[in-house]
Each structure stands twice: as structure tokens, then as C-alpha cells.
T-cell receptor, first 114, second 111 residues
Framework: KAGVTQTPRYLIKTRGQQVTLSCSPI?????VSWYQQTPGQGLQFLFE???????NKGNFPGRFSGRQFSNSRSEMNVSTLELGDSALYLC?????????????FGQGTRLTVV | GESVGLHLPTLSVQEGDNSIINCAYS??????FIWYKQESGKGPQFIID?????DKRQGQRVTVLLNKTVKHLSLQIAATQPGDSAVYFC??????????FGKGTRLHILP
């Protein structure tokens, strides 16, 4: 069974640009969550999607958005990039939203904003 | 606010010794806690979890202890091996299905 796949693995963008990151969850998983990981702030929750609906959102500005498709694949978009957006963006998938359901993480997309 | 923190950013342990990684959480309503391990260049990997109605859970070489009175969580790794070198995160599952992570503790294994 394939794991969570995130593309691209590495990305370099310029300030002011926008970027789209992709996450393909494990087959059959319907919940996809996104996290931003930086050395200073650690892992911070961005949002969670389940059955194409955003169920939860972290404390990030509106420049950060996402969506989920009918096949459970998810994308996140960051517009008007800032230097501080440089981070590892991680996606995690779960089969459902029941408490105690294990989340499986992808390897992440390393975004560098210059 | 919602926060899960760790007492020590770096822990050095002799190979073969037991490791204890500590974590404090702030949300008394949390009902599920998880420990993750993150190796360099990889995403976090689930190690063990515990529900709030338990105070101890054991896995293979790992034990998680939960003290709800003082809002404290710990991960014990028995007979620490070089492959245990990683950053360990405790995480807290808040009722609305949001997982809040601590900042992490780096475990360094001494030969």
C-alpha cells in the first residue's frame, strides 16, 4: 500500500509569488491535514479536509488556503509569498475522523522563499 | 491558548540506557495523546498513543505515561539504540479533531 505522497519535494519561490502543493493520501483515507514545520515554531496545524470539506482551520492568514478533491487528494495554496513562509509543509492522512485514528505523514514539501 | 510543550529541547542518552522524554500540555479537555518520531528528511511517524482514560500504555520498547492531574505526558524508550536518534513530538488531539504538536525534543544517542 503506497504511503502519503507529497509533491514536489523541494520548491524555491520568490517573494510575492504563489505556490500550490499537492498531497495524495493513502488509498481509502478521507481525512487530509496540513501542517507547517519551522525550526522556531515547530509543527503548526494549517487545516483539515474531510470528504472535500474543510473541517478545521489553524491560525494562519487567508493567504493560506486549500481544497480537497473527490478522490481525497488535497492541495494547499499560499499566495503572495513572504520570506517567513519558508518551511517544511507536511500532509497527513487518516481513514476517518474518529478519535484515536492514526495519522500517516508524507515526507513533506520543503518550500524556500527568496 | 492551546499549547503542548516539551521540557528539554535536546536529550543525550548512552546507547543501551533508557530514555525518558517529557511533555506538558495545557488543554485539560484533550482526550487523546500521541507520540511521534521524526527522523531527518522524513515526516513524523506514529510511535504510540494513549487515551485520557488511561494512565499507562506499553508498546514495543516504548511506554507512554499520562498524568492528568499535572497535565504531563512522558515517553520511555527502553534500551535506547542508535536508530532511536530523532526528534520526538508529543501531540494532543483536541475534541474537534485538531492535533496540536509540541516543539519537539531531539534525542541524541551516545556510543
Amino acid at each position: 500500500k503506497a504511503g502519503v505522497t507529497q509533491t514536489p519535494r523541494y520548491l524555491i519561490k520568490t517573494r510575492g509569488q504563489q505556490v500550490t502543493l499537492s498531497c495524495s493520501p493513502i488509498s481509502g483515507h478521507r481525512s487530509v491535514s496540513w501542517y507547517q514545520q519551522t525550526p522556531g515554531q515547530g509543527l503548526q496545524f494549517l487545516f483539515e479536509y474531510f470528504s472535500e470539506t474543510q473541517r478545521n482551520k489553524g491560525n494562519f492568514p487567508g493567504r493560506f488556503s486549500g481544497r480537497q478533491f473527490s478522490n481525497s487528494r488535497s492541495e494547499m495554496n499560499v499566495s503572495t509569498l513572504e520570506l517567513g513562509d519558508s518551511a517544511l509543509y507536511l500532509c497527513a492522512s487518516r481513514p476517518d475522523r474518529a478519535l484515536g485514528t492514526e495519522a500517516f505523514f508524507g515526507q513533506g514539501t520543503r518550500l524556500t522563499v527568496v | 491558548g492551546e499549547s503542548v510543550g516539551l521540557h528539554l529541547p535536546t536529550l543525550s542518552v548512552q546507547e543501551g540506557d533508557n530514555s525518558i522524554i517529557n511533555c506538558a500540555y495545557s488543554n485539560s479537555a484533550s482526550d487523546y495523546f500521541i507520540w511521534y518520531k521524526q527522523e531527518s528528511g522524513k515526516g513524523p511517524q506514529f510511535i504510540i498513543d494513549i487515551r485520557s482514560n488511561m494512565d499507562k500504555r506499553q508498546g514495543q520498547r516504548v511506554t507512554v505515561l499520562l498524568n492528568k492531574t499535572v497535565k504531563h505526558l512522558s515517553l520511555q524508550i527502553a534500551a535506547t539504540q542508535p536508530g532511536d536518534s530523532a526528534v520526538y513530538f508529543c501531540a494532543e488531539n483536541i475534541g474537534d479533531d485538531k492535533i496540536i504538536f509540541g516543539k519537539g525534543t531531539r534525542l541524541h544517542i551516545l556510543p
